[in-house]
């Protein structure tokens, strides 16, 4: 008899940000499975289960939380982020869809890198946005350029995960001379790279200025629209309460 999987997001990496929930279905589960890094994050709490290392795969990942599963162990798949955006939730329940299989499975929600990241730079996502990842691997890049182009188009703020993708800095020397033909070069651009660690380093920068940086892999950056401005230290994106009207 099958038991239950949690698809748990532990945020980006610091223990005060998981969740009560998160930590109630590690402590439910027997066993728990994730990349060595989110692993080190939740070690705490994983004393005494069984702990399945697998690097870089979750597609290997969800294989092994399925087969433990079906021979009746409760178990924890973890993610950094929220589960349910660019990571593992997406791929572990079309794994279940193609093997016709049912298993319980609860996707405990987590702190995303973005929500973390506007909330370290002021009010960054305070309008209307759009995520775009430049990860070609699956996705053909043509169709990133017009996922690009369609949020350039909206005024949207956009934030822009995996810049480096698998090709180093080409990618994201492309997607921004692209978006630096629509908006203006004084765009504030705030960059949040290795998010939550002791190196963590935040940044205020312009669309124009941002070509000239040496980033590392680990970043995600959050380009603003024709409304988001810089006040202080804080990037901001407008949506103004009026008074008797709302938002």
């Given at each position: ?6 698809l748990?997001?532990?945020?980006p990496?610091?223990a ?7 930590q ?6 027997s066993i728990?499975?994730?990349h060595p890094?989110n692993?080190?994050q ?15 795969n979750?597609l ?5 939380a399925?087969?433990?599963?079906l ?18 939730a997406a ?8 093997q016709?299989l049912?298993?319980e499975?609860e996707i405990?929600?987590g702190?995303?890198l ?10 960054a ?5 759009a995520?775009?990842s430049?990860?070609d ?12 182009s369609?949020?350039i188009?909206?005024d ?11 090709l180093?800095?080409?990618?994201l ?8 033909q629509?908006?203006?070069l004084n ?7 290795q998010?939550s660690?002791p190196d ?11 070509p000239k940086?040496t980033l590392p892999t680990?970043?995600?950056i959050i380009?603003?629209?024709s409304q ?7 990037m901001?994106?407008?949506r103004l309460y009026?008074?008797?009207?709302g938002?």
């Amino acid at each position: 008899m099958s038991a239950k999987i949690f698809l748990v997001g532990i945020g980006p990496g610091q223990a005060e940000h998981i969740t009560h929930c998160a930590q109630a279905a590690i402590e439910r589960a027997s066993i728990v499975i994730g990349h060595p890094d989110n692993l080190a994050q939740i070690a705490h709490m994983a004393r005494g289960k069984e702990i399945i290392t697998i690097n870089q795969n979750p597609l290997e990942r969800s294989r092994a939380a399925v087969e433990k599963a079906l021979n009746g162990q409760d178990v924890v798949i973890v993610s950094s982020g929220d589960p349910g955006i660019y990571a593992i939730a997406a791929t572990f329940l079309d794994y279940l869809r193609q093997q016709n299989l049912m298993i319980e499975t609860e996707i405990v929600p987590g702190l995303g890198l973005a929500v973390y990241a506007s909330a370290r730079l002021g009010a960054a996502l305070g309008s209307d946005s759009a995520s775009i990842s430049l990860c070609d691997q699956n996705t053909p890049w043509t169709t990133i350029c017009r996922r690009l182009s369609a949020a350039i188009s909206a005024d949207f703020v956009m934030v822009i995960y995996n810049p480096f993708g698998k090709l180093g800095a080409t990618r994201l020397e492309e997607a921004i001379a692209l978006i630096q033909q629509e908006r203006h070069l004084n765009t504030p651009v705030g960059v949040l790279s290795q998010a939550s660690t002791p190196d963590e380093k935040l940044l205020l920068t312009t669309l124009g200025e941002l070509p000239k940086l040496t980033l590392p892999t680990d970043t995600l950056i959050i380009i603003g629209n024709s409304q988001s401005y810089v006040y202080g230290n804080y990037m901001i994106t407008p949506r103004l309460y009026k008074e008797n009207i709302g938002y």
